[in-house]
């Protein structure tokens, strides 16, 4: 064996050691593939790897960032946000600060998609829908228009949005319902994130709370503002039906 082959197999030695990766080892470990890596390194979402001789290794880090970036890639975010996301996480960050990322960002609920068709909507319908209509579910978030006519549906959405216009009032009305949902939900998520960020996202920075803190606090969060948000519409809801009655 010659001392340049020596010296390769020393290298490769030592990077399996300390735990790194070739690109090939890094798209399979991550379920992507080596163009895909490159590509994301074009873009600035990963750092560049270290080099040994004619070989590029990737760490800890590059693992956890691609599969981070493909996480919040099937939740919908777009390269941009994913980009803006990964600009708060230091290069040498620990494997629970990408965790408590994934669990900030994550979608409150799953998202399941599908594509289908004017006919397959109008199926599920049970009946022909008007382009009014169809405005109205891009509107409440059931479906968004594809470039070749066929919609992307959020199956958990659409079938509460159907349900909505099987009943005997005008689409004008659905329309102003949701836009008046729309904007006071805009305005409840946008306090509870505020208090969220002073209650728990600054204490983290600061060191105050654990990474698994804030990950628990989080799981065990969404699901108690949902119900306390039901409860407190449905009270409000009687409150104000009493109120109009009365007048």
């Known amino acids: 064996m010659s001392s340049e082959d020596r010296d ?6 030592a990077a399996s050691a300390a735990g790194e990766l070739t690109i090939d080892e890094l798209a399979a470990r991550t379920g992507t593939t080596v163009r895909t890596v490159r590509f994301y390194a074009s873009q600035g979402l990963l750092p560049p ?5 004619r ?14 970036i493909r996480s919040l890639q099937e939740h919908g975010y777009t390269l941009a946000a994913i980009q803006r996301a990964l600009e708060r996480i230091p290069d040498d960050a620990p494997p629970a600060t990408y965790g408590v990322q994934a669990a900030v960002l994550a979608p ?5 998609t599908e594509s289908i068709t004017r006919g397959d909507l109008d199926r599920r319908a049970g009946r022909a829908v008007t382009d009014e209509e169809v405005d109205y579910l891009v509107e409440v978030g059931a479906l968004s228009r594809n470039d070749d006519g066929a919609f992307t549906v959020w199956t958990n959405m659409l079938g509460h949005a ?4 099987r009943l005997p009032v005008p689409t004008s009305v659905l329309h102003d319902s949701a836009s008046l949902i729309g904007q006071h939900a805009t305005a409840v998520a946008e ?3 505020e208090i969220f960020i002073k209650a728990i996202w600054e204490p983290y920075r600061r060191g ?8 628990a606090m989080l799981t065990r969060l969404r699901p108690l503002a949902v119900q306390g948000l039901v ?9 104000a039906a009493r109120r109009g009655l009365e007048d």
């Open 8 to 13: 390769a197999v020393d290298t490769v030695d």
């Open 49 to 53: 790897p270290t080099r040994r001789g």
């Open 55 to 68: 070989i590029a290794y990737y760490d800890s880090s590059h693992r956890m960032r691609l599969d981070l």
């Open 108 to 112: 409150w609920l799953p998202d399941e």
């Open 162 to 165: 159907l349900e909505l216009m």
């Open 191 to 193: 306090g509870l994130t």
């Open 208 to 215: 105050e709370m654990a990474h698994e803190e804030v990950v």
């Open 231 to 239: 409860s407190a519409f449905v009270q409000a809801a009687d409150h």
